[in-house]
């Protein structure tokens, strides 16, 4: 006759033997959402895995997340510790391509904006990993006087509306600080894919 198996023979040790055999998958799921954590730019208590096994976590560092002015730099360091943070892997893909972009008032979003930029247009500076489980990171935005950039406006990611972005064709009126800022981001973003591309 055939041996029964473990479980018939040893009841009590049944469930382990199956906990033990479980696929990896059943982990991916139930298990992170275990752990009481909250992504830093959106405060969203995002897994730490994806549907897919990979990991939910990448690494910003300052540069990521703030744009590279003395300004810019000086303000963010009364709000958090400009050091590199681990955040959900969708604010590691979003966060520097916002970082750097220009933006209209807020209260004029929703605006069609073309051809020449206009002489109030913002620049958005940092988008600060501040977020608590009720409130998500500090964006700061910049004006410029004098060719020195200014603190225009503080919002919480949360609140942010991608109606304020704008992409005029030409500098038209924007302050010269805040158009030449903007064209070095975007060579830096260039340059940093490349840079992903090569590993």
């Known amino acids: 006759m055939a ?7 040893n009841p009590g040790t049944s469930a382990v033997h199956h906990r033990e055999d479980a696929t990896p998958m059943g982990e991916v799921i139930e298990g992170p959402w275990t752990r009481d954590w909250h992504c830093p730019t959106c405060a969203r208590p995002a897994p730490l895995f994806l549907p897919n096994g990979g990991r939910n976590r990448t690494r910003l560092e300052p540069e990521d997340y703030c744009l590279n002015a003395p300004e810019v730099w000086a303000e963010a360091r009364e709000h958090v510790a400009l050091e590199a943070v681990e955040v959900c892997l969708s604010c590691g893909e979003s966060v520097p391509h916002l970082v750097g972009s220009l933006v209209v008032p807020y209260g004029q979003q929703g605006k069609v904006l073309a051809g020449a930029g206009r002489a109030d247009t913002q620049i958005l500076g940092a988008v600060l990993p501040t977020a608590s489980a009720r409130r998500s990171g500090l964006m700061l935005f910049f004006g410029a006087d004098d060719g020195e950039l200014v603190v ?9 509306t991608a109606g304020r972005l704008t992409s005029p064709e030409e500098r038209g009126e924007i302050a010269k600080r805040i158009w030449e800022l903007n064209r070095w981001r975007l060579a830096w973003l260039a ?8 590993r």
Not at 3 to 9: F, G, I, K, L, M
Not at 191 to 198: A, I, K, L, M
């Open 152 to 160: 225009a406006d503080r919002q919480s990611l949360a609140a942010f």
């Open 3 to 9: 041996e029964p198996p473990d479980s018939a023979q």
């Open 191 to 198: 340059e940093r894919r490349s840079g992903e591309h090569e």
